[in-house]
């Protein structure tokens, strides 16, 4: 048995591609925690059988017309392969991400980090430190929060002199901003920035 026969290329390419894709896809929308790829070879099979059943009814007439143009054919069956996982992730992120879908199903954002960081909202942010040790700054669009599967960082790209009572005095000199790593971190306060 030749495990580079024609055929059995086909197969895997059909029905393990497009599932994997669909899984980088889900991945890059909903950071988590990554699996090795042999562990999901089941879940993209799934996937790629869930992309022919929502595609099965334009399949069917592709195959059944009369085309003979084969780039037509290639462009079709490329969609089928390679573009519609990655649009049905999408489709299902707006769905998963509603409020009439919340209700009844958990949020795909496994962590409050990602979710407030994903908005790329700009925040005056004040970090307070497991020593007590307040640092403020600024996080706006050239700042950065690491997201899953990586640890929790963040970059703020200005720091801020604060008072006594936490309030923003103005920004310090010279400074190009401060990374924050979360195992030093006890909890962050986020303000609106205006």
Known sequence: MNIWDVDKLI?????????FISIKAYQLLFPGTERPASTVIVDAIAYSCINYALLSIPIYFFD???INNTLLVFLFYTFVLFVAPILIVIFWKLIRTRNFFQKNAPHPTSKPWDYVFS?????WIKVVLKDGTLIGGKYSRDSFASSAPAGEQIYLEETWILDEDGAFIRKKNLSAGVIIL???ISHIELREFN
């Open 11 to 19: 197969l895997f390419i059909a029905f393990v591609i497009p599932g």
């Open 119 to 123: 908005k790329r909202k700009c925040y």
């Open 182 to 184: 979360t195992s030093e």
């Open 64 to 66: 059944n017309s009369s």
